[in-house]
């Protein structure tokens, strides 16, 4: 056996002897609250070799500094496609379908081109040209939630989850009879349901983008992505039909189940912080930022980065990484660490350097489509506390979502 393969195989149980956490072990309700986990791990060090519930066993890194260096780090790779083959592994399933030639899965140069390329049309200026749709749209789903007299609802059914996907799906131009499918393939391919479910949410969505880059090729119109099948930099290139349908593919699940965790999240600490929600209750307009941003920091919706892959030996944090390792960088620790944020287990929505998290990523890793999650994140919290004041809990939150790459439930019953 290599020491490549050494280092990704995954031993069905680990033997304590080898020094190895089982991370599930580390708290008591791992799923429910893995803080702790986190917690003690950190205490001990920035980089643990552990076994996960769902990515099997990899090194992860659960200090602040040791996560913006692992960013940064040109040694550990995103493009999967490369080194799998490379090694003749196996590729998981949704890493070798088409739609994984995108910014998330690739390294430089080729990351550098497609994000030159995409910033000159995702910009910041059409972001916040979207402002007064997204306070539309929240005010038309608000209107719908409270319609009747209603006092109650799943807030995830009735808000957080279509309000993204109404604002992603006019951004890419996907007809309104086709977002009901674009919904149930988002939630399929992030937090599948099944195995099943996933493959076949996979080979449907992919032809479908196939077919809607066709037709804005052939009529193009105001939206994000008829302005990338069309853009081109200055030497004349251009991004391929399998980039523009990667990258489709990428603003679809990126832009979705980010934005109704982080709202879902958001509602869910006020609840448990009884003091922080009577501060947002007596002035919505003036902390629906911080909310949104400590929120991001203390609950994030992605606590998890997708796998890396070290090229070669390398040290993270003062921990050796052997060739083949597979990293993953926890953010969710890392912006609990007591090293870079003050009393970091208190939940503060007037934190003042809560926006210095690592929710978005980090340097040329930092999440291009930030701003827009911003902006829905404080649009819909603050109209939703002007318009329903007496927001509280009606049960208890439905299930978790599955694995460590998303963190949020599907159901969340309140009343007003």
């Given amino acids: 056996m290599t020491e490549t393969e050494k280092a990704v195989a995954v031993p069905a149980i680990p033997d304590s002897s080898d020094g190895i956490e089982v991370l599930a072990s580390l708290s008591p309700d791992f799923v429910a609250d893995p803080y702790p986990a ?28 040791a996560a ?63 402002r007064g749709r997204v306070q539309e749209i929240t005010d038309e789903l608000l209107d719908r939630m409270t319609a009747g007299g209603a006092r109650r609802a799943d807030l995830i059914d009735a808000f957080a989850s279509p309000l993204p996907m109404i604002v992603i799906c006019e951004l890419l131009g996907v007809p309104g009879l086709d977002r009901a499918a674009f919904h149930h393939w988002s939630n399929e391919t992030l937090a599948p349901t099944s195995a099943e479910a996933e493959k076949e949410a996979y080979e449907q969505i992919m032809p479908y983008l196939g077919g809607l880059i066709a037709a804005k090729r052939e009529k193009p119109g105001e939206d994000l992505l008829s302005a990338l099948v069309h853009t081109a930099d200055e030497g004349g290139d251009r991004l391929t039909e399998d980039e523009l349908i990667s990258l489709a593919f990428l603003l679809l699940v990126a832009g ?50 997708t796998p890396r892959i ?16 597979m990293v993953l960088v926890d953010m969710a620790a ?19 350097d809560a926006r210095n998290h690592l929710s978005f990523g ?27 004041p007496d927001l509280a809990p009606d049960g208890e939150p439905g299930e978790w979502l599955p694995g460590i790459l998303l963190r949020g439930v599907r159901t969340l019953p309140v009343r007003w």
């Avoid at 949704?94 to 030159?116: E, I, Q």
């Avoid at 002035?283 to 998890?304: F, I, M, N, Q, W």
């Fill in 38 to 65: 986190y917690a003690r791990l950190r205490e001990r060090g920035p980089v643990h070799q552990v076994m996960t519930p769902d990515q099997g066993l990899v090194w992860l890194v659960v200090g602040y500094e």
């Fill in 334 to 352: 890392a912006d609990r660490d007591p090293a870079r944020f003050p009393d970091p287990e208190r939940f503060d929505v007037r934190r003042a």
């Fill in 256 to 305: 979705h189940e980010t934005t109704v965790n982080t709202i879902g999240n958001a509602v869910r600490m006020l609840f448990a912080h009884p003091e922080q929600l009577a501060a947002v209750r007596a002035d919505p307009a003036g902390l629906a930022e911080g909310l949104v941003e400590e929120t991001l920091r203390y609950e994030g919706p992605v606590p998890t980065t």
């Fill in 310 to 325: 070290a090229l070669e030996d390398t040290e993270i944090g003062g921990v050796r990484v052997p060739r083949g390792g």
């Fill in 362 to 388: 980090y340097g040329t890793r930092f999440c291009l489509g930030a701003p827009l999650a911003r902006l829905e994140g404080e649009v819909a919290l603050r109209a939703l506390l002007e318009r329903c």
């Fill in 68 to 130: 913006r260096d692992a960013f940064s780090s040109p040694k550990l790779s995103r493009d999967w496609h490369r080194e799998w083959r490379q090694e003749g592994w196996e590729p998981p399933y949704a890493l070798d379908m088409l739609g994984n030639t995108n910014m998330l899965m690739s390294d430089p140069p080729h990351h550098t081109r497609l994000r030159k390329l995409v910033s000159q049309e995702f910009t910041a200026r059409r972001v916040e040209k979207m």
